[in-house]
Structure formats: structure tokens, C-alpha cells
């Protein structure tokens, strides 16, 4: 199918060819006569498929009746409404507008928190059709009366799930309760929840539900691996990977602001040029930092999953997720930041056994494995990690579960079923089982392809043979040295 098939209008037209676009993406083929009828729709599609021209093309498409160059500001009110949850994907979003309305005289602006709102008063004060917005500066707007959403007839939800989540949620209706009652309601995203979908079943009205992959998949584009490693070689082993494959660009994932702002700095210092993106920063920090990166001034950019949503960079090759996400939806969304438009991508994790867990829910939500690769450098511990999984996994057990005789078996079933078993049976058959070398060219590491499930004796065996050992982890000082008097404390505890 092409372009031209889709009903859209000849300005469209020239704007999609001046884009060099051949023919519409699966979600566009399928999205834009949809939303071109009129009907609300519910679009899951993975991000990096062309989702911010499937609704963008057609709401233009739909507006262009109103299209005007009077200078009266009430000839120009909000038709289309488009919210988004990141400051840096309303401007990516407002950016996609501009590109495909260049030749329409539609007005267009984004308002987003974290700048003056004066600057965006004056440029909603001429009057705008469509208007991107992240929620809370929007409300500003709207309780300042420097905005009417009263003649809103398309109201867009980009990374709806986010933006329907206990976050952003009561905001979201706020804004809605300002919309007229009739109007064309469109949400999409890569990633929709069960409870999510209830919810946005309030807003929609008999959406046409368009899902150009399975639910919550990934982009087969995207080669995925975990490197096991210790928690507090983390750093070392990124260090390692950037060098070792010569990485140019490299967008990494912190689980918090802090941890973001030291990789960064760490990175720094070690001249690999680096720098932080979280919801900490100001604007001007957070612009400089993504602009330096797309510009590749930056080689590596350390950001929060504020980053994880929409952002479309240019070939980016490799997205490391130094910390896996607490959510598995978000790897999703951190790992969809490369694989775009059709490339190819590698979203490499860096996982230690604290994050074993995390790792098969991620699993879970894949519905598949993730191949683990172990670093021979880096992999000398896992036999060690193991056993303090075990040791946590059993304490947690024993505040549960008052009958100790019921402690450890339950233990060992559960991990024997999870995914999580995987990894530490790599750790426990390490020398046995490392029978084949990757065939993927990008990884020359040796790793284990297949990972057997191991005996709860031989845990056990094993987890008796380290507890002594590794006491300090269990208890959280792994990186600190332990005071020699705070040993048989510690000892003691553990009897217990
Ligand atoms: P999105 O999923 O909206 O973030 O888009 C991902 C990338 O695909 C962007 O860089 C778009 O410019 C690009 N893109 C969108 N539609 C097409 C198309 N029909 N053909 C080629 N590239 C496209």
C-alpha cells in the first residue's frame, strides 16, 4: 500500500515524500484510514514503528478544514489536543507536527514544565490548532485561563499506559473534564496493561483497538543480552564494553537520579564523555544533554527512564541497561530507544543476582529467554551471587513463615521453577556447561547457551559451602570493608 491509498491530502503528501517515507509503515497502514473515519482508537504498536505519524497524519489530515490565516486569535482555537508524559518527547512530537504540517497553515506549540511559562503564554496567546503538552504544565495553562481546550476535537494520548498510570492519572482527568463530550478520543503505545486498558475504556468511545505486533513485544530487530556481574563492578564492566566494541553511542539506564548523575561523572573521569539526563535536572541541563548526544558530542548518555518513552535518536546502535528497570514494561520502552524505523539494535542489561528477579519478570512479559553471556573477566563471582540470593530469598521466607521445616524447601521449588534459576544454575555449572562461543559476531565472549536446572541438594551444598563467606553481601555491605568487631555480630544474625 502506499501513501497516496491512505486518503491523505496532497500537502501531506509532499511533506511525507520530503521525508524520504516510500510507503506507510504497518501501524500507519492500518491507523490513519481508522482515525481518518472518525473513530476512536486504541493503538499498541512498538515504539520505533512510525506510531507518531499514524496519528499525527490523519489528525492533520482531519484539521486541515480548519486551516486559516486569519489573525484573529478565536479563529485559531485548540482542535487537537496531544499529551505526552516526558518534556523531551513533547518537543519530539512537536517536532513530527511541524515536519508533516509544513505545508498547512495550521498552527502548531508545545507547552512542557521545567522552563518560564511566559515564552509559551505569548505563543498560545495568537491562537494554535494543535497544541503538544506535558499534563501538569498544562494545567498551569489552563488555570491561569491562557488556555481553552472548549473546541478540542481530537484528543491524543501518547505512551497512553504512562500517562494513565497512578502518576499522571489524576491529572489526566482533570484535562478531560475539560474536553468537550464530543471529540475523537486516540491512545498508543508499545506497552498496555490489563488495568490500563479498563481505564483508558473510560476516556475512549468504542475504540477500534489496531495492534501491529503482539502485546508488549519487542522489536526483532533488537539483539537482547545479560551480562551477569557483580554489583559493584558494574562500572568496570561498562567501561570495559564501550572499548571492548568501540561503542560511539551508547544511551545507559540508571534506576535513579543520583546513580545516573555518578555513572556520568564516573564516566567522566575515566574520558569517556558522558552526560546525565533525570527529572532533576533543569530544562537546560536535560536540552544540553540530549542535544549533545544526538550532535555525538557526548558519547554516552546516562539517563533515568525519563528517557525511556518516545525518544527517537538517530542510529542508535546500543542501549545498555546498567540497572534493569523496576517495572518490565519499561525495558520495553528503554530498550525500544534503539532497533528504530527498521534498524538494527542491541539492548545489552548488566544484571547482578540482586536483580534476578527483575530479570524473569522481564522474561515473563517477553515470553522469552534472554540469552545471558558471561564475561570471563567478569563472571568469577556468580558462583558467590548465587548463594547470597539464596540467603536473601531465605530470610524473606523466614519473616513470612513462622515453621522453619517449611523454610528451605519452598525456597528451592520456587527457584527451581522461576527463571531466575537460570541464572544461577549458569553460576553453578559454569565449568561444565560452557560448551558453545557466541555466533553473533558483536560478542566474541564466550557464554553459555543453554542453562541447566540445577538440584536443590546441590544448592543447598553449594549455599552451605559460601554462607560463611559472603555474610557481608547478604546484609548489604558488599562494598564496604566490614569492621573486624562487627563480624560475629553479623555471624550471630544469621544464626538466628
Ligand atoms: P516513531 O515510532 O513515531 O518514533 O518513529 C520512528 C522513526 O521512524 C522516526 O525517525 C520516523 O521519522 C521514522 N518513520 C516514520 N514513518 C516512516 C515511514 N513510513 N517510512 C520510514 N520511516 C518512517
Not at 3 to 25: C, M, V
Not at 68 to 76: D, F, I
Not at 319 to 324: M, S, T, Y
Amino acid at each position: 500500500m502506499s501513501f497516496e491509498q491512505l486518503g491523505l491530502s496532497t500537502d501531506l503528501l509532499r511533506a511525507i515524500s520530503d521525508q524520504g517515507y516510500k510507503k506507510p509503515t504497518p501501524i500507519q497502514e492500518q491507523a490513519i484510514p481508522v482515525i481518518l473515519n472518525g473513530s476512536d482508537v486504541m493503538g499498541g504498536a512498538q515504539t520505533g514503528t512510525g506510531k507518531t505519524a499514524s496519528f499525527t497524519l490523519p489528525m492533520l489530515r482531519r484539521l486541515e478544514v480548519y486551516a486559516n490565516s486569519s489573525m484573529s486569535p478565536a479563529k485559531h482555537p485548540v482542535r487537537a489536543l496531544i499529551l505526552v508524559p516526558t518534556r523531551e518527547l513533547a518537543v519530539q512530537v512537536y517536532e513530527s507536527v511541524r515536519t508533516y504540517a509544513k505545508y498547512l497553515p495550521l498552527r502548531a506549540t508545545v507547552v512542557f514544565g521545567g522552563v518560564n511559562i511566559d515564552a509559551q503564554i505569548e505563543a498560545v496567546r495568537f491562537g494554535i490548532e494543535i497544541l503538544v503538552a506535558t499534563p501538569g504544565r498544562l494545567l498551569d495553562h489552563l488555570q491561569q485561563k491562557t488556555l481553552s481546550l472548549s473546541k478540542v476535537e481530537i484528543l491524543i494520548l501518547d505512551e497512553a499506559d504512562r500517562m494513565l498510570d497512578m502518576g499522571f492519572l489524576p491529572d489526566i482527568k482533570q484535562i478531560v473534564e475539560m474536553l468537550p463530550e464530543r471529540r475523537q478520543n486516540l491512545m498508543f503505545s508499545a506497552t498496555f496493561s490489563g488495568e490500563i486498558k479498563k481505564l483508558a475504556n473510560k476516556i475512549l468511545n468504542k475504540p477500534v483497538l489496531i495492534e501491529v505486533a503482539k502485546q508488549n513485544s519487542v522489536n526483532e530487530m533488537i539483539t537482547h543480552v545479560v551480562h551477569p556481574v557483580e554489583s559493584c563492578r558494574k562500572q568496570e564492566l561498562l567501561i570495559f564494553l564501550i572499548k571492548q566494541k568501540e561503542l560511539q553511542q551508547v544511551l545507559v539506564f540508571t534506576r535513579t537520579k543520583q546513580g545516573a548523575d555518578r555513572l556520568a561523572q564516573y564516566l567522566n573521569r575515566h574520558d569517556i564523555a558522558s552526560a546525565a539526563l533525570h527529572g532533576d535536572r533543569n530544562q537546560l541541563q536535560r536540552s544540553q544533554a540530549l542535544g549533545s548526544f544526538k550532535n555525538g558530542l557526548t558519547r554516552v548518555l546516562v539517563a533515568t527512564d525519563v528517557a525511556a518513552r518516545g525518544l527517537d535518536i538517530d542510529e542508535l546502535s546500543y542501549v545498555i541497561n546498567f540497572e534493569l528497570p523496576n517495572t518490565p514494561e519499561d525495558y520495553i520502552h528503554r530498550i525500544g530507544r534503539t532497533g528504530r524505523a527498521g534498524a538494527k539494535g542491541v539492548a545489552i542489561s548488566l544484571a547482578c543476582q540482586e536483580e534476578s528477579k527483575l530479570l524473569a519478570g522481564i522474561e515473563k512479559l517477553l515470553k522469552t529467554k534472554i540469552k545471558i553471556e558471561e564475561i570471563s573477566e567478569f563472571g568469577a563471582t556468580r558462583q558467590q551471587l548465587q548463594t547470597v540470593d539464596l540467603l536473601i530469598e531465605e530470610k524473606k521466607i523466614k519473616r513470612t513463615n513462622s515453621s522453619s521445616n517449611r523454610i528451605k524447601q519452598p525456597s528451592f521449588a520456587k527457584h527451581n521453577k522461576s527463571a531466575t534459576i537460570h541464572f544461577k544454575s549458569e553460576a553453578i555449572t559454569k565449568n561444565t556447561h560452557r560448551t558453545e562461543k557466541s555466533k553473533d559476531p558483536l560478542f566474541t565472549q564466550p557464554y553459555i547457551s543453554k542453562f541447566s536446572h540445577v538440584q536443590a541438594a546441590q544448592i543447598e551444598s553449594e549455599k552451605q559451602i559460601e554462607r560463611n563467606m559472603l555474610h557481608r553481601r547478604s546484609y548489604g555491605y558488599s562494598n564496604k570493608p566490614l569492621p573486624a568487631l562487627f563480624i560475629p555480630l553479623v555471624m550471630n544474625k544469621q544464626k538466628n
